[in-house]
């Protein structure tokens, strides 16, 4: 099963919002509400950010928000800041019962 | 609170086996399952495989199945994974990671992570 399709890089300046998109199919993204979002700064273990779509776990920032529409999730941050430079990266369950991700998106605070 | 420590790097053959320990803390162990997913050099996470801390029921990617296997010793209590037929593609960051008790879906917190590389 190939990954789910993220944009390579995404880039922003401190302040702004910025927004990544998460590519599936109705075989995944779009018939199920376990999709979550994991921040990956390098040399460390992903990170949860989002699961169930939009929920955002109580030790995450606000400023990390998570959308679905179709066959398509989206993590939209806020108000960028330097650390929020890291990889991100798009998951979700699966017909088959097993959790795929996506590629990987680059963010680079400006 | 909660924590999951992982076994130190391993070196192996191809061809041979490796195993990797995930001890959990800090929280109740049958309340949860455990995925374990993996990173190659510069690629993205691959999920493998999910254990039940309740009922020892496993979930396996199909990439795997047939030289996978993960377990757990509730009394310790630590999911420990087995891979074998090892291949240089197999080379990666292995992870553990809590999950939700029912079904892999997500994981809100993970391991360090284990260095497995595979070389002759």
Known sequence: QSALIQPASVSGSPGQSITISCSGATSDIGDYVFVCWYQQHPGQAPKLLISDVSDRPSWISPRFSGSKSGDTASLTISALQTEDEAHYYCASYTATGAPLFGGGTLLTVL | ?120
């Open chain 2, 1 to 120: 609170q909660v924590h999951l420590e992982q076994s130190g790097p391993e070196v192996k053959n191809p061809g041979a086996s490796v195993r990797v320990s995930c001890k959990t803390s800090g929280y109740t162990f049958s309340r949860y399952g455990v995925s374990w997913v993996r990173q190659a050099p510069g690629q993205g996470p691959e999920w493998m495989a999910w254990i039940s801390g309740k009922h020892g029921k496993t979930m396996y990617g199909q990439k795997f199945q047939g030289r996978l296997t993960v377990a757990t010793d509730s009394s310790t209590p630590t999911v420990y994974m087995d891979l074998r037929g090892l291949k240089s593609d197999d080379t990666a960051v292995y992870y553990c990671g809590r999950d939700l008790m029912g079904s892999p879906s997500f994981l809100d917190h993970w391991g360090q992570g284990t260095l497995v590389t595979v070389s002759s």
